[in-house]
């Protein structure tokens, strides 16, 4: 389940952690970024025109209990997803913790700091927000397995609508590379994973 997945994923060795992790890995900001439909999106390379900005964050568990009237969900269907939801909820919760439980984010090498040190921070922030944006891509996966055909069509218009409203709500040069504004509600903010649903 999800947090199997989230602990495979956290105990990857730095090596291998590599691998998804840099530029052009899960989440990465340079070539080979997965695609839309789960969320996880990198920048890309090769796209016509100035880099596409980062794909905002969706909670789409959430979203489609949500809107559950509107996809007509049956009892057994939120049920089944309300499960999903609380797997999910457990694996975020996990990767709050690690990021909770990072050294102090002052110190960088820019204030006279260990440069290695906020280097490795640097790199167990995003090893984070990997982690957390393969959690959302399962559950999502997870989700649309319970939805019938005319539901899940319904579910992605939801997810496109919402993915709309917060690209236009936030210009890219206002986002950072997780698909959020930087702040207090930032995916990598000091004190919580934050996502839209």
């Keep these: 389940m999800v947090a199997a997945l989230l602990g495979a994923i956290v105990a990857l060795p730095s090596s291998a952690r590599a691998q998804f992790g840099g530029r ?5 900001a340079g070539r080979g970024g997965m695609g839309r439909r789960g969320g996880m999106g990198g920048r890309g390379e090769g796209m016509p025109g ?6 905002p964050l969706v909670n789409s568990v959430d979203l489609i209990l949500k809107h559950g009237t509107e996809l ?9 997803l309300q499960r999903v939801k609380s ?5 975020i919760e996990v990767v709050k913790l690690r990021l909770d439980s990072l050294p102090g984010r002052r110190g960088g090498a820019a204030e006279g700091g260990d440069p290695m040190a906020a280097r490795d921070r640097m790199q167990a922030r995003g090893e984070a927000m990997m982690a957390y944006r393969a959690v959302l891509k399962q559950g999502r996966d ?6 019938e055909k005319k539901q899940r069509k ?4 939801f997810e496109s ?20 504004r930087a702040g207090a509600d930032n995916p990598l903010s000091q004190r919580d994973l934050h996502v839209h649903s």
Aim: hydrophobic share 35%; glycine share 14%; no cysteine.
């Design 24 to 28: 052009g890995g899960l989440g990465g």
């Design 50 to 55: 100035a880099a596409r900005r980062t794909e």
């Design 72 to 80: 007509a969900l049956t009892d057994s269907q939120v049920v089944r």
């Design 87 to 91: 797997h999910q909820d457990s694996a």
């Design 142 to 147: 997870d989700a649309f397995g319970l939805l």
């Design 154 to 157: 319904q579910a992605e218009k």
């Design 161 to 180: 609508a919402l993915k709309k409203e917060m690209q236009e709500a936030e210009p890219a040069g206002e986002r950072d590379w997780g698909g959020r």
